[in-house]
Structure formats: C-alpha cells, structure tokens
C-alpha cells in the first residue's frame, strides 16, 4: 500500500495531470460538486458525492455519432470520433463505480458492444475513494455495496482503491490500469501500512450500520412477485406526487437511456445522441402512439426496471447503487426508498389487473 500526505495531494495531482488529463470533484459556484479537468489552482473537493455521477465521462450528456452529406442519390458518412487518450478519474465513490457495472453490462457485455461506450471505458482509469462520512441519504449498503472498500463487489473498487485516514491518502492498485497509474504516481508515493486503511474501513463500516436505510428489505423483489408488483395498487399512491420532471434519471449513475435525433445543419445531416428519460410522456413515442400514457405507468416503470427487470435479466444485481441522489434531488420527495417501503408494507401484492 502506498501514501501521500493529505497537504501534498495537489503535488500528486500535478504530476498526474501533467501526463494525462485528471478530473476530480471541485467545489462549484453553488456550494456544490462537480467533476472538473485538473489544473493549477483547482482543489479537491470535501463533500460526499457530486451533483452527477461520473457516469458522465463514459455515457456523455451528449455525443455527435454520426454526420452525412448527400450529394445526389450519392450518400457520403463521416465518423467524428478521434482517438481518446488515457484519462483518469479520481474520487470516485463506490456506489458510482458499481454504476459502471450496471451499464457495462448493457453496453459491453451484450451484442452489439457500444463501440462509443467501449472507446471511453477503455481509456479510463478509475480511482474509487472510501466514504468516511456517509450521508443519511446513502442506501449503498442494501445492496451489498461496501462504502469502507472492505471488499469488492460488482467493480466498487474501481482500478485503484483510495481511503484519507491519519492526514494521508492511501492508494492500493486492483487492475492492470491501477497498477500502471501507480507506477506512474510512485515518485510522489511512499510505502505505509494498512492499520490506518483497517481502523478507517471499521469506522466506516460503524458508521454505515447506523443509517437511516442501511438495511432496506428487498425481499420481495424476486422474479417470482414480478407480476404481482406490477399489479400492485401501491403504484396509484407512490406515483400520485410525481411531476415527470425526470430530475431523478438525470442525476441517476446507472440510467442509461437515449434518444437518437438528427439535425439539419445546412450542410449535411448531424446525428447526436443524447440522454432520455422514462419520467416523460413522449418517452419511447412511437408513430401510432406512446406505450405508457399515464405518470403511474411511467413512474412503475422506472422502479420495476431498478428494481425486478433489471436483476431478473443480470444475476440478480439491482439497477440501483443507494447513492441518493434521487432522494436529495426530487421537488416532491418521491424516491426509491418509498417504492421499496411500500412493496415490503403492503398487504396487496395482487391488485387489480
């Protein structure tokens, strides 16, 4: 295990930055998080969690894929992807590093590979850093998602573990890509032990235990009650708040849908895709019409997709990390939490169908 002093993280972060871009969570003007390129001046910052995962940086907000020009009946495509350098990103929480998960087995591990995605993935190093103060809007741990990095589950190490205890920051590689950022990271690195890394991961994982939705009971959320909570009559009441904002999808790190539009630039056709969300009423519109025509229908889609469709289709691994987010971001305090409260409360699995 190496360290670097907690005063001289800035000179780490120069040394890296100065062979490869770095992004990190800084402060913005709002009193907020958000991940910003490394450069001289800029400081990590302090808070729990940024506004937006980094999901950001593999599954981009917006993305150009594809342009065409017609000339005639003659069709000319043009790829505007360049080629990515290798790139790292620091400070990443494990719940957001388990959402990669999520999405890589989507993007990557179906057929067709998302070949934007993969260029991304591929070029990223991952630096996870450990929860010291989780907030009572964390769930991580319902889904087995250690905050402490303890252990490794569904990717929430990341490539390189990183845990601040003692006034240090302690780095420990876990792949191929962590290995090579530590070597390039070693001349401002020193060799420590791991007795501040294991009195920091138990007081992490005490501080865990006392949250608030530490231990939610998803025991009901088999595929064998799939239909009887989709019939449920709790979606009239969880639903009935919801303004169909889509604030939730659009904070969420594993919410991975899009719409695909093309543009008319004057001088060719621009096709861009760009992040959709299952909250809206033209969501999946078709030309004969929408196939969710109701805020209940799309609100019971959102959380069966997290929290049945999801784990049925990939060995039992929920579509949510307990980052949240959603909870902090919502105008009318409708969240996952309550979904899942209201499924185990109920007495009506059944419904009317």
Same mark, same amino acid.
């Given at each position: ?11 780490? /972060? ?15 003007? #709002?009193?907020?998080?958000? /991940? ?19 999901? *950001? ?7 150009? %894929? ?13 790829? +505007? ?6 790139? #790292? ?40 850093? $450990? ?7 964390? /769930? ?32 420990? !590689? ?10 390039? !990271?070693?001349? !401002?690195? $020193? ?11 138990? @007081?992490? $994982?005490?501080?865990?235990?006392? =949250? +608030? ?11 064998? @009650? ?9 979606? *009239?009441?969880?639903?009935? !708040? ?8 659009? #904070?969420? +790190? ?24 299952? %909250? ?5 519109? %078709?030309? $004969? ?14 959380? %069966? ?12 691994? /929920? ?7 959603? =909870?902090?971001?919502? +105008? ?22």
């Amino acid at each position: 295990m190496l360290s670097i002093s907690s005063d001289k993280i800035d000179s780490l /972060f120069e040394l890296i930055g100065s062979k490869q871009p770095l992004y990190l969570p800084v402060d913005n003007s #709002v009193g907020k998080a958000d /991940f910003k390129k490394w450069e001289k001046g800029v400081k990590l910052s302090s808070q729990l969690k940024t506004v937006r995962s980094a999901k *950001d940086f593999f599954f981009p907000k917006t993305e150009h %894929m594809v342009s065409y020009q017609m000339k005639g009946k003659e069709i000319t495509m043009t790829d +505007p992807r360049k080629d990515i350098e290798d790139f #790292v990103i620091f400070g990443v929480r494990p719940c957001d590093a388990v959402g990669f998960s999520v999405i890589d087995n989507v993007y990557l591990n179906m057929q067709p590979v998302d070949s934007y995605y993969k260029n991304r993935r591929d070029h990223g190093t991952v630096i996870t850093l $450990a929860c010291n103060e989780p907030a009572k809007t964390c /769930f991580c741990s319902t889904y087995g998602i250690d905050a402490s990095l303890a252990n490794d589950k569904n990717g929430s190490k990341g490539d390189v573990s990183c845990w601040q205890a003692d006034g240090k920051f302690f780095f420990e !590689a876990n792949t191929e890509k962590g290995k090579a950022f530590v070597e390039k !990271a070693k001349s !401002a690195l $020193a060799e420590a032990d791991a007795k501040s890394v294991d009195a920091a991961k138990k @007081d992490i $994982a005490a501080k865990v235990e006392k =949250l +608030p939705f530490a231990h939610l009971d998803l025991s009901k959320f088999q595929g064998k @009650d799939m239909l009887k909570i989709f019939n449920s009559k709790i979606w *009239d009441k969880v639903s009935e !708040a919801c303004v169909g904002c889509g604030t939730c999808t659009y #904070v969420c +790190p594993t919410c991975m849908c899009f719409d695909v539009r093309d543009f008319d630039t004057g001088n060719g056709i621009r096709q861009v895709r760009c992040w959709d969300s299952c %909250m809206y009423n033209d969501f999946t519109q %078709m030309a $004969a019409e929408n196939p969710r025509h109701t805020q209940k229908e799309r609100s019971r889609q959102r959380f %069966m997709h997290k929290l049945m469709y999801y784990p049925m289709a990939h060995e039992g691994l /929920f579509s949510c990390v307990g980052c949240g987010r959603c =909870l902090e971001s919502c +105008p009318v305090n409708m969240n996952i939490v309550k979904v899942i409260k209201a499924v185990q409360e109920t007495d009506d699995i059944g419904g009317d169908k």
